[in-house]
């Protein structure tokens, strides 16, 4: 029985729906009694593995040392740093919540009846819990184009988190990815800022749709624009850039109602992110208008000392992020270093509570919004609820649906049922490197053990097609590091067999402890391929990779090539089944695919300057959209609405049909991508993807998919920022090209006319062509 503070006018309201000035009056209300001690506590967020004991038995006397200081947040569950403890990799729902109700109710007994706000990363399902079904990664979702599914994920993730007491969840990842090299790209929408908006304005309002849980966007601003392609890397970014490339996703999920946020690691153009006036004030607060609780990540004002070196002190870290900023909520972690310095702060300058009660508003307004003082461990009725059959289904449908299909030379897929298989790899029987990091821990868990719900490719292949159908050996480990032996042994198998199925890739990683040197596949496992292939079967490549790692010569020598990314748990059955034409592939790849090492900094969206040796654009293995079907999709009848457009509150419609001209149904992402050949504010990119539109179709059926294009879709951002945000559009011509593959030449004026790409001419009067300058 927890005892609440909260006084009864304020319970009784907290079922109804309640006004913006309503919600200010209850916090008045608990402002009224918060001593500086509240507030201090009120914004420290503690991780539980310093809660437990060495076998994760709760350590009584730490929480209640953390409670009574009001610590007012906490974070995890333990095993997200240490891993495995006396056999188990981590806790069930029940065992969380069971963890949490503990922690929150000394907390509620120290500090006056205020509930604890807990907070869970989940960027893939609620994988930190044994129980709960995994999805894939978000790189999975983009490639699905599905918001649908997408929404789905994000619904079910916050049910099962709630169900283990936990209302907050750490996700959606809204970082675009930049260079593949960057070892967080799978937890990613991938590269494209719109599809990120779409898809994280979808996982948000699946992640809130309960109306308890509490959606928090990561990592606010410019994360991943790292040349080096190493995690916390500091940035160097335009305004142009910032505004234009990573805001419109941050924006979306704004605009939907997301809650919360949480800043990142790194410094941009110097400056961190932590300490930023800029981007932390300017941007955020005065320029998009969020409103909501901002968290800091794990232990970032500390970094300020001991990381980016800009503080000299952990009191003087505080102090920077605390006069620069307007975070609320610091992620401290563990110990007292935030707590000593914002008391430290407070004694030097009394004037400062002002700003910290402004924090400590938006921290109890999100607790109010969630309930947590009519109820501080929300959920109890979704226990039942966890790992049940539709969410099984669910994660499967987006694992069939985002696994790409890249190449298939003489239609050597899909395979005959009775064709003679001779499977091998590190990835063929571990659902561990289906999943990769923050599964189960942060590192991830290799295996297959600890994975309820799915099945590898191995044995999806004995459920699905039968022990008499298909030959396994492992071959060689994760690092490409096989004997001779056991290479001959493979070469026998494979030279029996009329297919290999090869599945290769990564081991799981998370964060900096996946950094890498060279984005090329481990060299033993290319070796390995091509000794399998010169045997005279018929290799098809399967990848379970979390960035795309360069193939040097294996898709010349494999017939096929499956993109698997990280599909998690039911990706082996998802695999299986698009191998023997159970299901069609539909997925697209949401990133380039580099050919060599040089290009790896050569997004779809770049600038028309960006060429390589020969003058042409650089050749990629793969360009983003990529992925093939089992069926034939024909395009026509590209119309727009009109090829004149004279406001910009006009809006113009683009249609076009789309035919299953094949043998099979299936499903087809119908893609608009746009160009302004030029554009004189900044130099114009290639082409950028402005709408899409997932179809499903029979054989033999025509569907007409018509996109609304709007000002905001031809605009650009104005590179300003703390003087409101400004979207422009200059006078010029637009080129609308349908298909990711479609090339409208639109620079070779004798250029034969391709018949999905249209031009249409804005002439509004409001920014002739030339008038804009770029300060």
Known sequence: MFKTWLPLWIALSLGSCVTADEWDSQVDALMTNLSTIDIVGQMTQIASYWLVNDTYQLDEDAIREYATAHVGAYLSPPMIAYGEINGSWGWTTAEMRA??????????????????????????????????????????????????????????????????????????????????????????????????????????????????????????????????????????????????????????????????????????????????????????????????????????????????????????????????????LSMTGFGWTFTNGTNVLIEENPNILDRL?????????????????????????????????????????????????????????????????????????????????????????????????????????????GNDSFMYFQGLNITGEYTDEDLETAKMYASKAEYTVAVIGEESYEEKNGDIDDLTLPVGQIEYVNALAATGTKVILVLFEGRPRLLQNLPQKVYAVIDGLLPCELGGQAIVEILYGKVNPSGRLPITYPKATGNVLVPYRHRVTTKCKSGDYCEMQWDFGSGLSYTEFTYSNLTLSTTNVTSSLQSLDVSVTVTNSGSRAGKETVMLFLTQPYRSISVPEVKQ???????????????????????????????????????????????????????????????VANPLCATFTLATGEYPFGSLVAE
């Open 99 to 328: 963890f949490v109700s503990r922690v929150q109710q000394i907390a509620m007994e120290e500090n006056g009846g205020h509930p604890i706000l807990y907070g869970m990363d989940a960027v893939h399902g609620s994988a930190l819990l044994t129980d709960a079904v995994f999805f894939g990664q978000q790189i999975n979702g983009a490639a699905s184009f599905n918001p649908d599914l997408v929404y789905e994920q994000g619904r079910i993730t916050a049910r099962d988190a709630l169900a283990a007491g936990v209302p907050w969840v750490f996700s959606p990842v809204l970082d675009i990815s930049h260079n593949p090299l960057w070892p967080r790209t799978h937890e990613t929408f991938g590269e494209d800022p719109y599809l990120t908006a779409v898809l994280g304005d979808a996982i948000v309002r699946g992640l809130q749709s309960n109306n308890q849980s509490a959606a928090c966007f990561k990592h606010w601003i410019g994360y991943s624009w790292t040349d080096t392609g190493h995690d916390t890397d500091g940035v160097t970014i335009s305004d142009f850039d910032l505004l234009n490339t990573f805001l419109p996703a941050f924006k979306a999920v704004i605009d939907a109602g997301v809650l919360t946020g949480m800043e990142n690691y790194i410094s941009v153009n110097g400056v961190p992110v932590i300490e930023n006036t800029k981007l932390m004030t300017k941007l955020l607060r005065d320029d998009v208008g969020f409103s909501g609780m901002m968290v800091t990540d794990f232990y970032e004002i500390n970094d300020l000392h001991v990381f980016h070196r800009t503080a000299r002190t952990t009191d003087e870290a505080t102090k920077l992020s605390l006069e620069r900023t307007s975070i609320d």
């Open 689 to 751: 993807l402005k709408k899409f539109s997932k179809i499903s179709l029979e054989v033999g059926e025509s569907q007409t998919v018509t996109f609304t294009l709007m000002s905001a879709d031809w605009s650009v951002y104005y590179p300003q920022i703390g003087q409101g945000l400004k979207l422009v559009a200059e006078d010029s011509d637009y080129v609308i090209a349908i298909k990711p593959e479609t090339d409208c030449d639109v620079y070779n004026e004798t250029a």
């Open 357 to 465: 009660k402004e924090s400590v508003r938006r921290i109890l307004t999100l607790k109010l919004k969630l309930g947590l003082y009519d109820n501080p461990v929300p959920g109890e009725e979704n226990l039942a609820l966890v790992g049940n059959d539709q969410d099984v289904a669910a994660a499967l449908e987006l694992a069939r649906e985002s696994i790409v299909l890249l190449q298939n030379n003489d239609s050597t897929l899909p395979l005959p049922a009775n064709a003679s298989v001779f499977l091998t790899g590190p990835s063929a029987d571990n659902i561990g490197y289906q999943c990769g990091g923050w599964t189960l821990i942060g590192q991830g868990v290799p295996g297959n053990d600890m994975y309820t719900f799915g099945s590898s490719v191995c044995q999806s292949f004995e459920s699905i097609i």
